[in-house]
């Protein structure tokens, strides 16, 4: 599969979960935190090119903070149930992905998300340092 088809399929992901997930989580407005270090189909021109008409979004979010950045420990989240499920071929990932991802609980993410005061305090303290997270 090309790098733009892979693209692609991240767009339609994109277009059938994000509103729908982010208007169940957040009252009122929300900003996408979006790695677009250039890697990827995170980075792919048709990528930014969508999210600059159909979100609000970071851009640059910088790469490798997940100091800032909740959604590393979501994926880990997502990563450990998957694992557990065990899948051995791509069929089986897919289905054990979308299994874990809709079994995710809401308000976990919606603690990932409030932790960012705390976040931000702890990068503060840390004069832009390590923290815990």
């Given amino acids: 599969m090309s790098g733009s088809q892979t693209a692609e399929i991240y767009i339609e992901r994109l277009q059938q979960y994000l509103p729908d997930t982010a208007s169940r989580l ?13 890697y990827g189909v995170h980075g792919a021109k ?10 609000r979004w970071i851009n640059p979010w910088p790469a490798d903070s997940p100091d800032l950045n909740p959604i ?6 997502l990563t ?4 557990h499920l ?3 071929s791509v069929a089986e990932y ?9 079994q995710m609980d809401p308000l976990q ?23 815990r997270y």
Wanted: hydrophobic letters at 40%.
């Fill in 80 to 83: 450990r149930e998957v694992e």
């Fill in 46 to 55: 048709v990528t930014q090119e969508w999210l600059n008409q159909h979100v």
């Fill in 109 to 131: 993410i919606q603690r990932l998300v409030d932790s960012m005061p705390r976040r931000l305090q702890a990068v503060i303290d840390a004069n832009g340092g390590n923290t």
């Fill in 94 to 102: 897919e289905s054990a992905l979308e299994t874990a991802w809709s």
């Fill in 72 to 77: 590393e420990h979501a994926w880990a989240l």
């Fill in 26 to 38: 957040f009252r009122g407005p929300w900003t996408f935190m979006h790695d677009s270090t250039g």
């Fill in 86 to 88: 065990n899948p051995k």
